[in-house]
């Protein structure tokens, strides 16, 4: 076990690029991974790092060391993280990432049922509107919409990913008409901005008949959250165009309406991601199939979907 932990610290530290980084994924101090790597590289004979004050390079023997472990950890971690299951049960610590409404709106409530399925598994969920590297920061899966697969990571699928146009009864009550894509640059758009670029991504309508036009509002404000965006909406402020997740619950409660109903974005596919490993740790494994289940009977691939 001492040098699987060796062999861990290694492997992350060759990821990572600076013992510091890799301890901050473990959860170890950056001189128990420089020690851990520097007791691994005495028992092998063989230097796997070259060291400098600003980050770490691998040798020609580390890089060659790196192909022949790297894979092989994974499974042995998983190996060993589904034997410790308590009593056969899945366990441990499950970290999931989720855009911070949808994951209030959609997976909390899911909780209870969850932990009272799986006692033995602490969940670890991160809130933020970003897509995140699931390898690189350790995280077991993540659910999010048109996020392109990086290599190593599968997804299940749990809806479409539609974005729709949303405004109050009472701004388009008190505004000029909105009947076609063309009247937009007369109203107030209220934005919301990508959290990759910082920039407010130029998104295309489409209709049944696959006819294409441009969203263009005029930039009344600019949001970094949806949730912001259509609370800001509800004010009689403008229109916004937000997904579906977020824009159903205030369409159901008759804060904002749909604008253009006939039109939508088509941004992909809502999906849960996780790792492509040969064992999937059984904490992983039965949240990914407890979610699929849970949207499948609650119908939210229907609700999620833009076109009626």
């Not at 861990?8 to 128990?32: P, W």
């Not at 901005?193 to 295309?204: A, D, F, K, L």
């Not at 259509?230 to 937000?242: N, P, R």
């Amino acid at each position: 076990m001492e040098t699987m932990n060796s062999i861990e610290c290694f492997v992350a530290s060759a990821d990572a690029g600076s013992f510091s980084a890799a301890a901050r994924r473990l959860g170890l101090t950056s001189a128990a991974v420089g020690k851990n790597v520097a007791r691994l590289e005495s028992n092998l004979g063989v230097r796997l790092f070259q060291r400098s004050t600003r980050k770490l390079t691998l040798t020609e023997a580390g890089e060659r060391f790196l192909q022949e472990v790297g894979g092989g950890l994974e499974t042995i971690r998983n190996a060993v993280a589904n034997l410790a299951s308590a009593g056969g049960q899945p366990a441990g610590t499950l970290k999931v990432s989720m855009g911070t409404g949808f994951g209030r709106e959609y997976v909390v409530p899911l909780l209870g049922d969850f932990l009272q399925r799986y006692p033995a598994i602490s969940p670890d969920w991160h809130f933020d509107n970003r897509p995140v590297d699931l390898i690189a920061e350790g995280f077991d899966a993540a659910i999010g919409g048109g996020i392109e697969l990086s290599p190593g990571v599968v997804a299940r699928e749990l809806g479409p990913a539609h974005r729709v146009l949303l405004a109050s009864p009472a701004y388009l009550a008190s505004h000029p008409p909105l009947c076609s894509p063309q009247d937009l640059p007369q109203h107030d758009g209220i934005l919301i901005r990508s959290p990759q670029t910082g920039r407010v991504r130029p998104w295309t309508l489409r209709d049944r008949e696959g006819t294409q036009a441009p969203v263009s509002l005029k930039v009344k404000m600019t949001m970094n959250d949806p949730n912001a965006a259509c609370e800001i909406a509800a004010m009689g402020l403008g229109v916004t165009l937000v997904s579906m997740p977020h824009a159903v619950v205030y369409m159901d409660s008759g804060a904002l309406v749909r604008v253009l109903p006939d039109w939508y974005v088509d941004s992909g596919i809502l999906s849960l991601y996780f790792t492509a490993a040969r064992l999937l740790p059984a904490k992983t494994r039965v949240f990914v199939d407890f979610m699929v289940e849970r949207f499948r009977a609650q119908k939210l691939a229907e609700r999620f979907s833009a076109i009626r």
